[in-house]
């Protein structure tokens, strides 16, 4: 299925598009559409294929059986007890039917459908005459949840999660309207819209959202309907940020006024939301001073809070960032929604800027952090995602040593629902006169490109081999620019900034053929500005280093001092005892000898690392990070001592 609308533009997972033609304030640079890019990916659609096979039949079983569907019929009875244990359970069901929505749009599926349906009749019975949609109150107003105090928003900027409630309706709604064209679960979520439009407003209520997304989530209604109320109200909830300038309420960002803030602090998962949004809500309405100040947080991440998987979070206690190199391996939190929202927030920055780097960010925590937090059996999961494992150390909530098929807050099994669908949606984008690939899978889409459709086919075995064949065939010879991401870690820069470097320069350089001819190209922000005129059946081959490096982490990163971590093109590498029996007395040198092998018996197909020092009696073997834990409890280790 197509775009409804006549200007199609990518955000988070879904199809999101513009009623309003005539507006023309928005992202320069637009995503090409998930559901607009076909993919035959070795390494990617088997994932997608297991999400909707497995993972989504599989997580909305686990809402039955744990009683948050029956919520939703308790609180349209008005009878009973809220069953579950979190006021925002509410939310696991709309992020599930958020990602089958993803999901039926490629892959149509008629008993998913139906199911889907009799879910959104269930949901709208239990909202309230006035819209309201909250069913650990509505069950019983007289004896709400504890959370959420006696009466209506009350504790929405601590611990109520009503609007976070109504984000992720918000969400959810969109990509099922995109999806199939239906209004059935549209209309709740805009009559829902509206009254939080009628309560929270200059005057009248000014709480401060308490976890971020119903930004995010209003955007996508302003982009549907073309309705100013939403946006303003967007724009509102994060105008109304650290009005009393007090630092204990940094955990929900709330410390200081937004355009005030130069430092990623708090909760990492309502952080990347709200920063995602204001790059949303800056978009839409040309304020710089957002722009400036989720630049200055951008750079105080990339430069001292994020972890060499692209996970962000560093402490268990508030599911935080930590100060300023605070990186503590085993003890890393790493939340797996968290780098979902790394993902979210990145791909944002680059449709504001054009610029690689957040590509770099992006690709970092795809590869590594997120798909680290599922299973290769699509149905267990991790809630937090350390960089080592001794067996001893337990985290005290939210996440054990070994993957969980649920939790009690799963939050992160439900977002991993709706957002593997969409990653054909982060591979290419458009702007003016350029085509942008980002991300190196092999796929096809047909785009519009100043009036000339032009076909993308990649060819690749990334992410274990660099060789990536592109044809180019526009549907008449014209002239525009092909912009190829040039990964930073193929330039010897593992990420923007000084937190992380290769031990050791690599000396092969990218190279770039088209129709067989080696060719000199200069960079734009990252990318290879291959500007020319095109005609039907170019190819262009991209040839990347995928040399096996020792990553060195700035010294200011205590935990990871005289150690290093291995990288082979954008996966990150670690060692697990299931592969090492003396993990505990490995180590390396500057001058480690390693060689790369591509094992499609193990683990579901990966490329291993295997090494031997000459005074060492056993040799080593490490894999990709997001393969852990895959066999069962194992000590592991992404940073290696140094010797």
Known sequence: MKTLFAIPVLLLAGLVSCKNESRKADYQIQGIPFNEVKI??????????????????????????????????????????????????????????????????????????????????????????????????????????????????????????????????????????????????????????????????????NDTPGHEIVEMGLVKLYRITGEDKYLTLAKYFIDCRGKENNPKNAYSQNHKPLIQQDQAVGHAVRAGYLYSGVADVAALTGNAAYISAIDKIWENMVSKKLYITGGIGARHDGEAFGDNYELPNLTAYNETCAAIANVYWNYRMFLLHGDSKYIDVLERSLYNGVISGIGLDGKTFFYPNPLECDLTYKFNSGGTLDRQPWFDCSCCPTNMCRFLPSVPGYIYAQSDNKLYVNLFVTSSSKIVLTGNQVTLTQETQYPWDGNVKISVSPEKTGKFALCLRIPGWAENQPVPGDLYAYSKPQNDSVSIKINGKKISF?????????????????????????????????????????????????????????????????????NSETVAGFKPELLGGIETISGRENNQKEGFTAIPYFAWNNRGINKMKVWIPLK
Request: contains cysteine; neutral net charge.
């Open 40 to 205: 035959s990916d070795q390494f990617w659609l088997p994932k997608i294929e297991t999400t909707r096979e497995v993972t989504i039949p599989a997580s909305f079983a686990k809402c039955e059986e744990t009683g948050r569907v029956a919520n939703f019929v308790k609180a349209a009875e008005k009878k009973g007890k809220f069953g579950t244990t979190f006021p925002f359970d509410d939310t696991d069901i709309y992020k599930i039917i958020e990602g089958a929505s993803y999901s039926m749009s490629v892959h149509p599926d008629p008993k998913l459908d139906r199911y889907v349906d009799s879910l959104i009749v269930i949901i709208g019975k239990a909202q309230e005459a006035d819209g309201y949609l909250y069913t650990a109150r509505t069950i019983d107003p007289q004896h709400p949840h504890q959370w959420s105090g006696n009466e209506r928003w009350v504790n929405e900027s601590i611990l109520s999660h009503e609007l976070y409630n109504s984000g992720h309706l918000f969400e959810a709604a969109s990509a099922h309207f995109q999806s199939t064209g239906k209004r059935n679960f549209l209309d709740i979520a805009l009559k829902n819209a509206d009254l939080l439009s009628q309560v929270f407003a200059p005057g009248k209520r």
């Open 522 to 590: 200069r960079t734009e922000k990252g990318y290879a500005l291959l500007d020319r005129e095109w005609n039907n059946r170019d190819v262009v081959n991209l040839s990347l280093p995928m040399g096996i490096r020792q990553v060195v982490a700035n010294k200011q990163v205590k935990d990871d001092l005289g150690k290093v971590a291995l990288e082979r093109g954008p996966i990150v590498y670690c060692l697990e005892a299931a592969d090492n029996k003396n993990i505990n007395g490995l180590y390396l040198t500057a």
